[in-house]
């Protein structure tokens, strides 16, 4: 079954770093672009960031930009997302997402991405 799992979330300060993980299973997961959205209750999901298959191409959305970073290790089939100098506007759940994609190939809507996990918290108090 494929599968993909969050961790790392946590209590933190404004202007402390958090490093989530997302694990993959399955068939080749090395062939998926892979993604990050965030959640606020009663708001959409966002978009956060975005990552190709082979990591060579990445995607941001503009209110993370330069704080946040996405990178992942296909040989551990894991993807990552270093956040830095955190708000309290950063405060949601977190999920991983992936697709199926071709080299190069990112989304940043939600409905690009077919598989999720089921967040992580991450609560950033002021």
């Known amino acids: 079954q494929w599968h993909v799992a969050e961790s790392g979330g946590g209590l933190v300060q404004a202007g402390d770093s958090l490093r989530l993980s997302c694990s993959a299973s399955?068939?080749?997961?090395?062939?998926?672009?892979m993604a990050w959205f965030r959640q606020v209750p009663g708001k959409e999901r966002e978009f956060v960031a975005a990552?190709?298959?082979?990591?060579?191409?990445?995607n941001y959305a503009d209110s993370v930009k330069g704080r946040f970073t996405i990178s992942r290790d296909n040989a551990k089939n894991t993807m990552s997302l270093r956040l830095i100098s955190l708000k309290p506007d950063d405060t949601a759940v977190y999920y991983c997402?992936?697709?199926?994609?071709?080299?190069?190939?990112?989304?940043?809507?939600?409905?690009?991405?077919?598989?999720w996990g089921q967040g992580t918290q991450v609560t950033v108090s002021s």
């Open positions: 990552i190709s298959r082979n990591g060579g191409t990445t």
């Open positions: 399955g068939r080749s997961p090395s062939a998926c672009a």
């Open positions: 997402a992936a697709v199926y994609a071709g080299p190069g190939i990112t989304y940043a809507s939600r409905a690009g991405y077919n598989y």
